[in-house]
């Protein structure tokens, strides 16, 4: 049994202190076109970090008695070094214990069953053009106990699951398409989704990847009316964040905005199965939803080390290092234009679909976006694929230039940092926006 108060008190003497004790266990439930495989692994491991000066951090796997001294020793020494004047906003001490709730038990061989059955779904509906394909499931339990010199004491025990498809498609060329699926909870996660409608999408884009061309045939590097899906949106809405974290926000990046739709990014860790749902955030603070960017104006992530009195704490990740402001789950919030109506009022632009890759310059307020595919659309109608498509933008011009948020909603997982968390929202459709 850890004494983590007693660890605790060691670091009396520092302005800040706390110590946190995580056991967790992981499955990974792996099929692809050779091999099913399953990884398994449990570990422990406390963490000291304190306040003097800097913001000292040390930890262990070994839970005997000297290495837990070790680095309580440590951490106060890593504090002390450091030649910065930290502050840490005031909160309220936490007490209490939270568990997200799990209906369904990770069951290996219920899973290798069920990835099975989608792996052969997949191979009857892409027919002769399947070449291959990946289907990873993974679970995970973590017991986490915090306790501070401030009197904070909670415990958070979560399970997350979550599951990755990749597929692959050929004739003349090869062409791929991908999905993430996950939250907190069990199984039920995974298993209660409309699986037909998910593999459909995916089959058919892995095929049309097939038979795309080129954006440089219709001309290099202009501007399009470009239509975002879900998976998109939620890239957006991803990079938005990363601009407002406290710690490397620029006040440049978002003055002079102008809204024609009624655009609200959210970040909401409180979201029931979110993949980045929290109950307390790596400082202890409890979970809030804020409006990042409204019309209202802008709410920055924070942590205790960035905020300020009359600014909100709560988003902080890192416990093997300094804690930083990261997003939990973030998304712009639908609005009321049905789809179908997104695309009928396009006379000519580019619908985007899944993502592959999505990067931002913060200092420039600028992102781009790699789709795994898009379509021409003309008249409202779906026209040809393109691949290698990179929609280039700034961020104040892509909000000022949004004139359409569709009723549909959906969000996917994602890692960022090595911390889970996830994006999405509706359809969104954005004039004058660079594609190349």
Known sequence: MVDLLGLLKKMSTARYSDVRLIRQKLVEVALRE????????????????AVSRGYGVASTNNLDAKSLEDISKLALKQARLSEAELDLLPVEAEKGERTFPQKK?????EVLDFLKKLKDEVR?????????????????FTDSTLITSEGTHVVEKTPLVDIFIYLVAKDAAEGVASKGIGGRGGFEVIEENNWREILGDLTRRAIDATQAGLMVSMGEAKKYTVILDNDCTGALAHEAAHMLEADIFQKKNFQGLKFEEPLEVVDNPTLRSGYGSFHWDDEGVPAKPKVLLCEEGLELLHTRLTARPGQRAGNAHGVLHMPRPLMSNVYIRPHDWQVNEILEETRFGIYARGILKAESVVAEGRFELSPEIGYVVERGEIKQPIKHLRIVGNIKKAVNNMDALGKDFRIRPNIEKGFPVSEGGPHTRIRDMRCI
């Open 34 to 49: 050779k091999s099913a495989d399953v990884f398994k692994q449990s570990q422990e491991r406390v963490v000291c970090r």
């Open 105 to 109: 038990i990770f069951e290996v061989e």
């Open 124 to 140: 009857d509906a892409l027919g002769k053009f399947y070449s291959r394909s990946e289907f990873i499931a993974s679970y995970s």
